[in-house]
């Protein structure tokens, strides 16, 4: 959505902070022993799963609706959102009194759902339409044409930037010093442009890292092309960053600032190990878009690009996570980790068959966890659809031997395949 508005500036930002103040508090700045052992940095993360809404997104909802005036606010407002915005504009319109209707993709968590009906209350009204965020969004600049109500945006205005940036005010004024390295997940834009607009001018010696899911890479394609463009094709299980073009305020902001950004794209996969990390070791419960930032910062480590002793604030966005999502979240862990497997058997229709396959071919440790087989009596063979977990990746090799070295013939199920979207 452009808007005509300036680009927002520090002043912005320090206007945005004013106005939240005694509405949100600070979240927390909290040391991570995890990622500081595992990476050799002094690892800290910004804790805006902590908030009310869970995210750091009623920082510009509640900064734009405050700053209309009240014709405005009386017209009402709307928004689309894949859910943590919808939470910051209902958070902050039940505390400023203001009716808004707001459209979430069909995609939205259960969980968030629920969270934007207790946080509104009475003055908002829910409507779930479209496949992604961005057919939400069509539907919400029709309402806005037809009867008048003001759009939310949930990262293109320079009002919802100038309230997220107030993210990198409080990780100066809490850390005491400038922070070497800012990690920050991405989405539309709105929290790298409100970090870059702080840290350009506050600390300009910190780098900034923006961290993009490697299904959603909007911003990357935006600075290829020198302007926000449409993502062919978008893989919404980062839901929270799952953006199909970047906004031209956003996009603005971030170019001023391209030669000390480094964006980064990390595979789904990572994403879920790091959302069990956080939780089994840190205690943490991260949505997909929350573990961003420290799925990115351990991939920066991997490639030898972090510094030993220097300081590295993650920004953990969020902690909407529908709990029946859980299982997905594993399933793509261990498949990322290597550690779980599918294939397709041609198994011999003859007594015996399955006997050879568990005690010639399957490993002493190894576990199936998917066995999918219907006995076709006219054919000599019969196909099955075969899930093996294994307990370390190294495992791997040997079994890939195994089934080589066997009678079977046997076809292994790529995470590219469309057959993989069955397991999945």
Request: charged share 20%; proline share 6%; net charge negative.
């Amino acid at each position: 959505m452009v808007t005509g508005l300036p680009l927002p500036t520090v002043a912005d930002v320090e206007d945005a902070a004013r106005v939240l103040a005694g509405v949100l508090p600070v979240s927390p700045l909290q040391h991570s022993a995890r990622l500081s052992a595992a990476t050799g940095c002094d690892v800290w993360l910004k804790r805006e799963d902590l908030h009310e809404v869970r995210s750091y997104k009623a920082r510009g909802a509640f900064t734009l609706v405050a700053s209309l005036t009240a014709e405005e606010q009386a017209r009402g407002v709307t928004c689309a959102s894949a859910g943590n915005h919808a939470q910051g504009v209902a958070f902050a319109c039940a505390r400023l009194g203001v009716r808004a209707t707001i459209f979430l993709p069909r995609t939205t968590p259960r969980q968030k759902r629920d969270r934007i009906a207790a946080l509104g209350g009475p003055l908002i009204d829910v409507v779930v339409d479209g496949e992604t965020y961005d057919e939400a969004a069509l539907l919400c600049a029709e309402l806005a044409a037809r009867t008048g109500a003001v759009v939310v945006p949930a990262f293109d205005d320079p009002r919802t930037i100038a309230g997220q940036g107030t993210v990198a005010l409080e990780v100066l004024e809490q850390l005491g010093r400038a922070p070497d390295t800012v990690v920050v997940p991405v989405g539309g834009g709105g929290l790298l442009a409100g970090v870059l607009t702080v840290l350009a001018e506050r600390s300009p010696s910190t780098a900034v890292v923006g961290v993009e899911p490697a299904g959603a890479a909007s911003m990357a394609a935006a600075l290829r092309a020198g302007g926000p463009v449409d993502l062919a094709d978008l893989d919404s299980f980062v839901d929270g960053a799952a953006v199909r073009r970047v906004g031209a305020s956003t996009f603005a902001v971030v170019e001023q600032s391209a030669d000390r950004l480094e964006l980064r794209s990390v595979p789904e996969g990572l994403i879920c190990v790091e959302m069990l990390d956080l939780y089994q070791a840190d205690g943490i419960i991260a949505e997909p878009a929350g573990a961003l930032s420290s799925a990115g910062l351990r991939t920066l480590a991997e490639l030898g690009r972090t510094t030993p002793g220097t300081t590295v604030v993650c920004v953990l966005s969020g902690g909407n996570n529908d709990v029946s999502r859980y299982a997905d979240v594993v399933e793509r862990a261990l498949v990322h980790a290597g550690l779980r497997h599918y294939f397709l058997v041609e198994f011999p229709q003859e007594p015996g068959a399955l006997r050879e396959f568990l005690d010639d071919v399957l490993g002493p440790e190894d576990d199936i966890v998917l066995f999918e087989y219907i006995k076709r009596s006219n054919r000599e063979t019969g196909p099955a659809l075969v899930g093996i977990e294994l307990q370390r990746a190294d495992d791997h090799r040997p079994l890939l031997d195994r089934l080589a070295a066997s009678r079977l013939r046997v076809e292994p199920v790529e995470p590219s395949s469309p057959l993989f979207r069955f397991v999945q």
